[in-house]
T-cell receptor, first 113, second 111 residues
């Protein structure tokens, strides 16, 4: 497809489990962003890549969160030892260059029980 | 530290009337401003943007106004249609690619 693809669409994890969320950006898009959206709130910035370089990870809430984009294309957001407060929709977005709008995927809804 | 504020969590307007959504920001490094629209269970979709060198940008029924001195922008939709009912987010962007969403405003357009 032509858009940003995220998988899985839904993920249920038991507290303490590790999860990995995948983002396939639009081909050729240099920049990739991860956001976390809790119920009833706006998306909160997590981290940002330019190609394979993670230029900003200031939004990652704890050291249990880790993101990578090893070949400058697909990105994975990993959450270790999930907690209930990690329950949210995780949104990925990509853009070809600065001053171009972000294109968002439909998100992964993570529920930690 | 909330750098971006959308102070109206919800707005209800009649079909055919104008909808005005507001956004205030504090970071003077923001120089590009985007509006997104979000339906349930979907990712945000881009609506319209404005560069800090302009004070107005129009695209069909949608117009964005920027007041840099007041650090305020607004989105006008006229005429409003029921299909416009969604959550609207402003997304200012700084020169170092810092992008922070507002909390969103839920617009309901009644037929």
């Amino acid at each position: 497809g032509a858009g940003v693809s995220q998988s899985p669409r839904y993920k249920v994890a038991k507290r303490g489990q590790d999860v990995a969320l995948r983002c396939d950006p639009i081909s050729g898009h240099v920049s990739l962003f991860w956001y976390q959206q809790a119920l009833g709130q706006g998306p909160e910035f997590l981290t940002y890549f330019q190609n394979e370089a993670q230029l900003d990870k200031s939004g990652l809430p704890s050291d249990r969160f880790f993101a990578e984009r090893p070949e400058g294309s697909v990105s994975t957001l990993k959450i270790q030892r999930t907690q209930q407060e990690d329950s949210a929709v995780y949104l990925c977005a990509s853009t070809p260059h600065y001053n171009s709008p972000l294109h968002f995927g439909n998100g992964t809804r993570l529920t930690v029980t | 530290d909330q750098q971006v504020k959308q102070n109206s969590p919800s707005l209800s307007v009649q079909e055919g009337r104008i909808s005005i959504l507001n956004c205030d920001y504090t970071n003077s490094m923001f120089d590009y401003f985007l509006w997104y629209k979000k339906y349930p269970a979907e990712g945000p979709t881009f609506l319209i943007s404005i560069s800090s060198i302009k004070d107005k940008n129009e695209d069909g029924r949608f117009t964005v106004f920027l007041n840099k001195s007041a650090k305020h922008l607004s989105l006008h939709i006229v005429p409003s249609q029921p299909g416009d009912s969604a959550v609207y987010f402003c997304l200012p962007r700084s020169i170092n690619n810092d992008m922070r969403f507002g909390a969103g405003t839920r617009l309901t357009v009644k037929p």
